[in-house]
């Protein structure tokens, strides 16, 4: 059972369209991130939320984490081939450890 | 990935062989990660290191051991290599726990 789900597991769409992916989990956790995986990389973090409601912008992406600290959602606007990669979300519970969610695979065609 | 150095990068291996991986900082963090990833998986926890000198189990340690040499290096060894060790290996590293990670760029391990 995965503590972190995500959703959609993969989205292709056409470049300068929008789209949303969420993250959501039962459980409370004290801080949420984001990564975006290229392949043969490792991921590389773009945000921690910390607080329930909390919203960040990173040009193009907007970071939401849910008022209860249980879910959170990556919006990208007019979005661009450069998009395309893996978008893990990660949350902090107990001990301190990331879980990670099993990803998004996005795909951003021109 | 600047920071985080992995070896190697792609390793094949018969059953029942043995090897070391290596990961070395020099962002002078507290805390290192063993991740395994696996298609449809997401990242797993193996090991972590919290501090020099503590090691503890992740959420799958069964087949793997961890020596936190230093600081700066972290190691997973695979005593007995198994088929169902094939993976891609991310060595990571965080200020302390909770915060972001840095990770390494993997190493992809074939066990045939």
């Known amino acids: 059972t995965q503590l972190l789900e995500q959703s959609p597991q993969f989205l292709s769409i056409q470049e300068g369209e929008n789209l949303t992916v969420y993250c959501n989990s039962s459980?409370?956790?004290?801080?949420l991130q984001w990564y975006r995986q290229e392949p043969g990389e490792g991921p590389v973090l773009l945000v921690t939320v910390v607080t329930g409601g909390e919203v960040k912008k990173l040009k193009r992406l907007t970071f939401q984490f849910g008022d209860a600290r249980k879910d959170s959602s990556l919006h990208i606007t007019a979005a661009q081939p450069g998009d395309t990669g893996l978008y893990l979300c990660a949350g902090v519970k107990g001990a301190q450890k990331l879980v990670f969610g099993q990803g998004t695979r996005l795909t951003i065609n021109p | 990935n600047a920071g985080v150095t992995q070896t190697p990068k792609f390793q094949v291996l018969k059953t029942g062989q043995s090897m070391t991986l290596q990961c070395a900082q020099d962002?002078?963090?507290?805390?290192m990660y063993w991740y395994r990833q696996d298609p449809g998986m997401g990242l797993r926890l193996i090991y972590y290191s919290a501090s020099e000198g503590t090691t503890d189990k992740g959420e799958v340690p069964n087949g793997y051991n961890v020596s936190r040499l230093n600081k700066r290096e972290f190691s997973l060894r695979l005593e007995s290599a198994a088929p169902s060790q094939t993976s891609v290996y991310f060595c990571?590293?965080?200020?302390?726990?909770?915060?972001?990670?840095?990770f390494g760029s993997g190493t992809r391990l074939t066990v045939v």
């Open positions: 990571a590293i965080s200020a302390s726990l909770g915060y972001g990670y840095t």
């Open positions: 459980s409370v956790f004290s801080s």
């Open positions: 962002m002078n963090h507290n805390s």
